[in-house]
């Protein structure tokens, strides 16, 4: 549980920083607004996906460690 909550948080921050950045450097162009956010919206959900397999793969490395 430990090591899935460490994983999560670091993605989660991931995931907040790129977001915000993202945010920073479109939200001023009037243009495509919706077209940038549901870029997006695809891109946090590829990274959730990323977020599990990277889980499974530490959690499966620590657990043939121990």
């Known amino acids: ?5 460490v994983v999560g948080f ?6 907040r920083a790129f977001g915000n950045e993202y945010v920073r450097r479109f939200a001023t162009a009037p243009n495509d607004q919706e077209w940038r956010f ?3 919206y695809f891109l946090a ?4 996906i990323l977020a599990v397999l990277i889980g499974r793969w530490v959690t499966e ?3 043939h460690i121990i």
């Not at 670091?10 to 995931?15: D, K, P, Q, V, Y």
């Not at 959900?45 to 959730?48: K, L, Q, V």
């Open 1 to 5: 549980v430990i090591i899935g909550g």
């Open 10 to 15: 670091l993605c989660a921050w991931g995931m």
């Open 38 to 40: 549901r870029v997006l």
């Open 45 to 48: 959900f590829m990274w959730i």
């Open 61 to 63: 490395a620590i657990m």
